[in-house]
Structures are given as C-alpha cells and as structure tokens.
C-alpha cells in the first residue's frame, strides 16, 4: 500500500518562494511518476507539473515560470518550489502518482496541505 | 489547452437513484479520460481509468463511458456515500486539465 503525505509551511508571505516536500511509503515500481495538483478555497483542480525518479520534468505553462519540481530518490521524496507567490496561490496542494498503466490517471493522491499567502 | 467542460455543476438527488455526469473536451482525448470523487476531508480517489476500466476497489455500480470528446459517469444506485464532487481529467496532451466538477447532493 503506497501512501504519499505532504510537508511544508502553512502560511507563506507574499513575494516569497512556497516550498512543499512530498513522501512517498511503501513499494512503488517504474511505471509511475509524480506529481503536484492544487485547488483554490472552493475551486477546481489545477495540475502544476510531474517530474519522472530520472528527473525529466513537465509543467503547466501557466505556472512554468515560476516553477519548479524535484526528486530524491534516495529518500523517496519529491518536492516542489513555487517562486514570487501571491494571494492566488493561496490553495490546498496534493501531491500524486500518476500511473502509466492508468493511461496517466492519478491512482494515489496525498491528503492534501493548505498554503495561505498573506503578509 | 485542452478545456474540460461537466454537467451538470450541481445535482440533487435520492439514495437508489441512477446518476449520469457528462464531461467533454474541446478536443479528442480518445480514451484518456479519468473520473475522481473528492469527499471534503476524506481525499480524491480514482474511480475510472481509461474513460471506461474500474479502478481497482471501486464499487461496480460506478460506470465510464465515451470517447473522443463526450463521456459520461453513471453511478448506477446512488448510495449515501456517493455523495460528493466528482471530477473529469483528461491525460492526453499537457497541461493535463480537470473539469470544474459535479457536485452530487443528498435531495
């Protein structure tokens, strides 16, 4: 059973860079990358990006600017860094697997942590 | 960007009732579709795959269809734990992009 939960600041101030580990338990094999999704206070799901355990990476050009996603593998972490936030990036963030054999469906999802930027 | 439309956004509806949800994308997608029910502090969860394939553990009376650009979800026999918001995904181009969701409410 393979569980994702993720870690990082609840509150972030304006202008500054929103950091978010994920942690990855239990077996996960090849077939799977990784990814982060997030949703505003009472709006839809937004996909930020998903990065493969080689590091390959691919991101929503809307964020792309400011975005970027890591991997540790030796820790079965993998993490992202969203630059110069504001108040729209106020938002509960999940970290995901995506699976290949799912046709790229996200077959786990993390709970979940809200990010509040304010000042 | 591949723009995912639902209907529709919000339905009431009673225990044993049969539900169907249509999403559709402003391109094909062929089969690259998944639906998601989001419960407010219980998580997302995967409920089909491949527009069509059940996800593992998920109840049979969740049903996908469709290809291309329509799709529907049916839940067959509404049940009290059914009620939630339910989400389409396309994963054929990138950005991958959700529908704004359907939000199932206890009539």
């Known amino acids: 059973q393979v569980h994702l939960q993720e870690s990082g600041p609840g509150l972030v101030k304006p202008s500054e860079t929103l950091s978010l580990t994920c942690t990855v338990s239990g077996d996960s094999s090849s077939s799977y990358y990784w990814s982060w999704i997030r949703q505003p206070p009472g709006k839809g799901l937004e996909w930020i990006g998903y990065i493969y355990d080689s590091g390959t990476s691919n991101y929503n050009p809307s964020l792309k600017s400011r975005v970027t996603l890591s991997v540790d593998t030796s820790k079965n972490q993998f993490s992202l860094k969203l630059r110069s936030v504001t108040a729209a990036d106020t938002a509960v963030y999940y970290c995901a697997r995506l699976s290949s054999g799912h046709y790229d469906a996200v077959d786990i999802w993390g709970q979940g942590t809200m990010v509040t930027v304010s000042s | 960007d591949i723009q995912m439309t639902q209907s529709p956004s919000y339905l009431s509806a009673s225990v044993g009732d049969r539900v169907t949800i249509t999403c559709r994308a402003s391109q094909s997608i062929t089969t690259y579709l998944s639906w998601y029910q989001q419960k407010p502090g219980k998580g997302t969860k995967l409920l089909i795959y491949?527009?069509?394939s059940l996800q593992s553990g998920v109840p049979s009376r969740f049903s996908g269809s469709g290809s291309g650009t329509d799709f529907t979800l049916t839940i067959s026999s509404l049940q009290p734990e059914d009620f939630a918001t339910y989400y389409c995904?396309?994963?054929?181009?990138?950005?991958?992009?959700f529908g704004p969701g359907t939000k199932v409410d206890i009539q």
């Open positions: 995904q396309q994963s054929y181009s990138t950005p991958f992009t």
């Open positions: 491949a527009a069509s």
